[in-house]
Every structure is written in structure tokens, then in C-alpha cells.
């Protein structure tokens, strides 16, 4: 089983600023990694997948990059909208799909 | 609008059983392989289960491995989950989730339910 680790566990971000997360694999998984946005009483909604490729109507500020075992997101000028968890889960080597244990955006 | 709609959670006591359903609309439902993924309060995202568009592929997870059944019925564009010999462990947020189909092997989750909510509990 591929095990996903995310760092950090929270970051304190201003509004405007840049949010830089980290997600790692623990063995590689070529570029089949997808994040995830998941907001307090609501379902996780797909960011990124393949790594790098944006899903439908996600804005440009979110963009992602990495391949192999070492992944990052990076949220370019952070909104209100955008302090959540946010989650990383690999799809390469399967079953079982496994995710990270998130990171919480929070206001600083 | 592609959309996935959980029912069937609550409380339930330790050993008791369970029937999740997940209801799907706005795409077509049969060409699209599909997931249950739980989320126990305070912690991550794990994948519970996977079934193939025409439910030949199945798989569990360790956790759940012969305790759960995932079925679907394509002509009723649903998804379900039976969930037998329920532990505490179990307590958690179940969401549906969609198999982006982007790629034959390597697909990520596009589209999730809100979920249904699981207790169990004495």
C-alpha cells in the first residue's frame, strides 16, 4: 500500500498571500495524483488530477506540480473561499486508492 | 447537472447492518466505474470500495473486506453499499464517488455525493 504524506498538517495564510502544500508518496506514482478541496460539512471536490491538469471550472490561482514520489500545490494568491482542507490521493497503484491525511488552510 | 445523492446512514448498534444507497443523475451512470469513500470524524479521506461499470471488477479495502458487498443497478443509476458486522470503527461520513473515466487505468474521483452519515453505537 503506497502511503500519502501531506505537510504541513496547518498552514496560516493571509488573504492575497501564496499557499505552498506539500504531498508524498511513499513510493512512486508516477504523475497519477489528484487534490482535493474539502470545506466543513461538505464533500471533497476535485482540484487537480494528473498532477498538474486543473478540473472544470477550477480558477488558475490553483496549480499543481511534482511527479514520482514528491507533489506540491500551490494556491497563488489565497481568497476567502479558498481556507479548507485540502488533500492529496494517489491512483496509480490500486487497490487500494489511498489518500493523505490533508492540510488545513487557515486564516492568519 | 451530474449529481450523486447518499441515503441510508444512521445509527446502528455494534453487529448490526446497514444499507447505503447512492443515487445518481445528470450522466450516464452505467459507463462510469464508482467508489464508496468514508471519512471518520477528525481524520482523512479512506477508500472503502470500488465497483466497475458493469460490476465485474470489485474490490474492499482490508477494513471492510468481508464484511461490506457493494452492488450497483445500472437501470436504476444507483450505487449501494451493505454493511454487515458493524464495528465503532466504522463510524464515519460515507460519500459516493465517480471514477473520472478520463483514462482506461488511472483515473482520479471527479464528481462525490454530500454523504450519509454512519453511528455506530450502544
Known amino acids: 500500500e503506497i502511503v500519502m504524506t501531506q505537510s504541513p498538517a496547518t498552514l496560516s495564510v493571509s488573504p492575497g498571500e501564496r499557499a505552498t502544500l506539500s504531498c508524498r508518496a511513499s513510493?512512486?506514482?508516477?504523475?497519477?495524483l489528484a487534490w482535493y478541496q474539502q470545506k466543513p460539512g461538505q464533500a471533497p471536490r476535485l482540484l487537480i488530477y494528473?498532477?498538474?491538469t486543473r478540473a472544470t471550472g477550477i480558477p488558475a490561482r490553483f496549480s499543481g506540480s511534482g511527479s514520482g514520489t514528491e507533489f506540491t500545490l500551490t494556491i497563488s494568491s489565497l481568497q476567502s473561499e479558498d481556507f479548507a482542507v485540502y488533500s492529496c490521493?494517489?491512483?496509480?497503484?490500486?487497490?487500494?486508492?489511498?489518500f493523505g491525511q490533508g492540510t488545513k488552510v487557515e486564516i492568519k | 447537472e451530474v449529481q450523486l445523492v447518499e441515503s441510508g446512514g444512521g445509527l446502528v448498534q455494534p453487529g448490526g447492518s446497514l444499507r447505503l444507497s447512492c443515487a445518481a443523475s445528470?450522466?450516464?451512470?452505467?459507463?462510469?466505474?464508482m467508489n464508496w469513500v468514508r471519512q471518520a470524524p477528525g481524520e482523512g479521506l479512506e477508500w472503502v470500495s470500488y465497483?466497475?461499470?458493469?460490476?465485474?471488477?470489485?474490490y474492499y479495502s482490508d477494513s471492510v473486506k468481508g464484511r461490506f458487498t457493494i452492488s450497483r443497478d445500472n437501470a436504476k443509476n444507483s450505487l449501494y453499499l451493505q454493511m454487515n458486522s458493524l464495528r465503532a470503527e466504522d463510524t464515519a461520513v460515507y460519500y459516493c464517488?465517480?471514477?473520472?473515466?478520463?483514462?482506461?487505468?488511472?483515473?482520479?474521483?471527479?464528481?462525490w455525493g454530500q454523504g450519509t452519515t454512519v453511528t455506530v453505537s450502544s
Open positions: 464517488a465517480r471514477s473520472s473515466g478520463n483514462s482506461y487505468y488511472y483515473n482520479a474521483m471527479d464528481v
Open positions: 445528470g450522466f450516464t451512470f452505467s459507463s462510469y466505474s
Open positions: 465497483i466497475g461499470s458493469s460490476s465485474s471488477t470489485i
Open positions: 513510493q512512486s506514482v508516477s504523475s497519477n
Open positions: 494528473g498532477a498538474s
Open positions: 490521493q494517489q491512483y496509480n497503484n490500486w487497490p487500494p486508492w489511498t
